[in-house]
């Protein structure tokens, strides 16, 4: 009899993965190799003497992947998903640490409700690490700061009011301040409303054939200006000790990363992510177009006829699916080291939320599944190496909020480490059925498409999170 297949949440006693390619960021180096975990810890790393087509790999061990934007909804919107699924379908797309955002009902904005939060993460017994943002204002209403000290002392790792700006600047300045002196980070959603109020899709052409409102690229560039100039005077004037952190989520817009560039350049503390669908999609996707961002390109959707057909609320999200070339200065930002991370902004909706028109839908894409395959996409069509990805998805966003400081393990594959790895095979290719992942949530415009990498194992904390059901039974472990 063929030994049994671990179950989630079991120790790794014995995993042997053999002549892979093997990406560390924390080291810098990648290559062919085999690696062997011994219970829960990795036992060794034999790298092959030649690097010679070692990119040629299917399967590939990457640290552990970091989410420091994921909407789990409990509590108050368990119909869109709850913390274990959230975290099942995290550690189905690789990740093993995920920073839930707090736009929770009630929101997370008093430390007993971030205390329960964790808690129930704990309850659920995933080997995947939870980690809490707490609310940069009370209620989440934009008027008065939350208590950012007892947050933090009951766990939060940083502030934001995510889903919605701050857009009071003298309040934006003062959370900066209070932030800073509690030592997390501010996390702001860029968005001047004034500008984007009944908007629906990306202010371009799709736009414009479909009808749409169109939402300006100025949105996002003007709240970023704005926050950076308040950043830039709160530096200035803040006391000794205290250490003000600006952190910018979702960006979509070159125009924006233009600033974030220049911002950095000047020495400001201001660290931003990307997501994986403003990476690889586009806003010809709102008309049916199911081509990757690079693929559009060099011919934009214009209204031609499409298999799929226009209009799917699957496409709509907050920032919107931009144009081609906004998604390809995002890939440029990566390579050059403006964007820290890549996070997922998974945004689960129930049925009902997405089954009406369009500019009524809520905006949200569930992303955690399926969010690796698409940037290994983008890897594969020559945009970036595979190490700058690794590093945006482990040791980016680790260093961009701090997380070490909150007990997530530096994103290596050094000997004796704990266990804390993903693998993934790049030549198996699947269809996303809804029906078939782990999120409660249906809302992927990916639904029917295929990805040509699939996750086979994740191991978190020295425990199994993942492991594909075809590969445990093939693999003797």
């Known amino acids: 009899m063929s030994p049994r297949a671990p179950r989630i949440g079991e120790p790794c006693r014995h995993l042997v993965i053999e002549d892979a390619l093997l990406v560390d960021p924390l080291s810098g180096r990648h290559g062919a190799a085999s690696l062997v975990v011994q219970e829960g810890r990795i ?50 797309g690789g990740f ?27 309850a659920s017994r995933s080997p995947v690490r ?117 952190h910018l989520t979702h960006v979509s817009t070159s125009d924006a990363l233009g600033l974030i560039r220049a911002a950095r350049a000047a020495g400001l503390p201001v660290t931003c992510d990307v997501t994986p669908h403003h990476l690889a999609l586009h806003d010809g996707w709102l008309g049916g177009d199911r081509r990757y961002a690079w693929e559009a390109a060099e011919a934009p959707w214009a209204g031609q006829a499409t298999a799929a057909g226009p209009y799917d609320t699957a496409t709509r999200v907050n920032p919107p699916l931009r144009s081609p070339d906004h998604a390809l200065a995002l890939w440029a930002g990566l390579v050059d080291g403006t964007v820290d991370a890549i996070a997922t902004d998974h945004a ?39 190490t700058t990805v690794a590093r945006a998805l482990t040791a980016g966003p680790v260093r961009a909020l701090g997380l070490a400081a909150h007990g997530v393990p530096q994103p290596g594959l050094a000997i004796g480490a704990v266990a804390d790895l993903v693998v993934v095979d790049r030549a198996a290719p ?8 782990r999120s409660r949530a249906s809302c992927s415009p990916l639904e029917g498409s295929r990805l040509d990498a699939r996750i086979l194992a994740t191991v978190a904390d020295g425990r199994f999170a993942y492991l594909d059901e075809d590969w445990a039974g093939a693999t003797d472990r």
């Open 43 to 92: 036992a060794a790393v034999t790298w092959a003497r030649s690097t010679q087509a070692a990119e040629d790999r299917a399967v590939v061990v990457m640290p552990g992947l970091v989410d420091l934007h994921a909407h789990l909804r409990e509590p108050g919107g368990e119909d869109a998903e709850t913390i274990a699924s959230g975290l099942a379908a995290a550690a189905a």
């Open 96 to 122: 093993t640490t995920v920073c839930a955002m707090p736009n929770t009902v009630p929101p997370l904005d008093d430390a007993a409700a971030v205390r329960d939060v964790l808690a129930r993460g704990r």
């Open 130 to 246: 939870l980690l809490v943002y707490g609310t940069t204002t009370a209620g989440r209403a934009g008027e008065r700061l939350a208590p950012m000290a007892e947050l933090a002392a009951a766990g939060a790792i940083g502030f934001t009011d995510d889903g919605a700006p701050v857009d009071e600047a003298a309040l934006l300045r003062h959370a900066l301040e209070y932030a800073g002196g509690v030592g997390r980070p501010l996390v702001e959603h860029p968005e001047l409303r004034a500008l984007t109020r009944g908007a629906e899709a990306h202010d371009g052409l799709a736009a414009t054939i479909l009808g749409l409102a169109g939402w300006p690229v100025a949105a996002e560039a003007a709240a970023i200006a704005r926050a950076l100039a308040v950043l830039a005077e709160v530096v200035r004037q803040a006391p000794s000790g205290a250490a003000p952190r600006l």
């Open 348 to 386: 689960p909706h129930p049925e009902t939320a997405k089954r009406v028109e369009f500019g009524d839908a809520a905006p949200g894409i569930a992303g955690l599944e399926t969010a690796l395959p698409l940037v290994l996409a983008g890897v594969a069509a020559g945009l970036a190496d595979i």
């Open 430 to 437: 699947w269809t996303v059925h809804a029906a078939t992942l």
